[in-house]
T-cell receptor, first 116, second 117 residues
Framework: NAGVTQTPKFRILKIGQSMTLQCTQD?????MYWYRQDPGMGLKLIYYSVGAGITDKGEVPNGYNVSRSTTEDFPLRLELAAPSQTSVYFC???????????????FGQGTRLTVV | AQKVTQAQTEISVVEKEDVTLDCVYE???????LFWYKQPPSGELVFLIR??????QNEISGRYSWNFQKSTSSFNFTITASQVVDSAVYFCALSEDRGSTLGRLYFGRGTQLTVWP
């Protein structure tokens, strides 16, 4: 079982560069999420998706974009990298329905991004 | 306002001591889910427990136990006879069951637990 797979694991970007963090899950989960983790700050939600073709902003969406063309994939795009985007990024998925069915979120291994 | 508050930023104990990590949450929903995750120094997030709001029974799993009290909006986590391998950051999280925030996970800031030999 692969679960949630994120690539790359590490990346260094120069200010102004762009990149896409890849995330794929093989559990047929409807919900997918992107979080960033800054030291001592817990995890903050960037974007999430409730199903293919539907995405929504979380707490800290500025500077990021997402798409969800398939159930499995949920890439996160950074268009103009800034030092403030230096963080560890986690992708996660869960199976969530209204009223009573809500699994735990399964997390990828994380991507450590440094913007210099 | 924070939906999940973990007031203890860091806790240090000596091996074999018991330790309780506090979690207080805030929600207006009657149906919600609470979670604990462990993040060891290697960085991955490890799921520990999921609890729904209708099940207030305490749970024990080996050295781990959880105390869920709706009256105080708390979901505390106790490690009995702590071990060095328990050293990690522990996160409490809340997920609401309906409305515009359905499925969104709200995390506390985490508690860094250090267990000394």
């Amino acid at each position: 079982n692969a679960g949630v797979t994120q690539t790359p694991k590490f990346r260094i970007l120069k200010i102004g560069q762009s990149m896409t963090l890849q995330c794929t899950q093989d559990m047929n989960h409807n919900y997918m999420y992107w979080y960033r983790q800054d030291p001592g700050m817990g995890l903050k939600l960037i974007y999430y998706s409730v199903g293919a073709g539907i995405t929504d902003k979380g707490e800290v969406p500025n500077g990021y974009n997402v798409s969800r063309s398939t159930t499995e994939d949920f890439p996160l795009r950074l268009e103009l990298a800034a030092p403030s985007q230096t963080s560890v990024y986690f992708c996660a998925s869960s199976y969530t329905k209204d009223r009573g069915v809500n699994t735990e979120a399964f997390f990828g291994q994380g991507t450590r991004l440094t913007v210099v | 306002a924070q939906k999940v508050t973990q007031a203890q930023t860091e806790i240090s104990v000596v091996e074999k001591e018991d330790v309780t990590l506090d979690c207080v949450y805030e929600t207006r929903d009657t149906t919600y889910y609470l979670f604990w995750y462990k993040q060891p120094p290697s960085g991955e997030l490890v799921f520990l427990i999921r609890r729904n709001s209708f099940d207030e029974q305490n749970e024990i799993s080996g050295r781990y136990s959880w105390n869920f009290q709706k009256s105080t909006s708390s979901f505390n986590f106790t490690i009995t006879a702590s071990q060095v391998v328990d050293s990690a950051v522990y996160f409490c999280a809340l997920s609401e069951d309906r409305g515009s925030t359905l499925g969104r996970l709200y995390f506390g800031r985490g508690t860094q637990l250090t267990v000394w030999p």
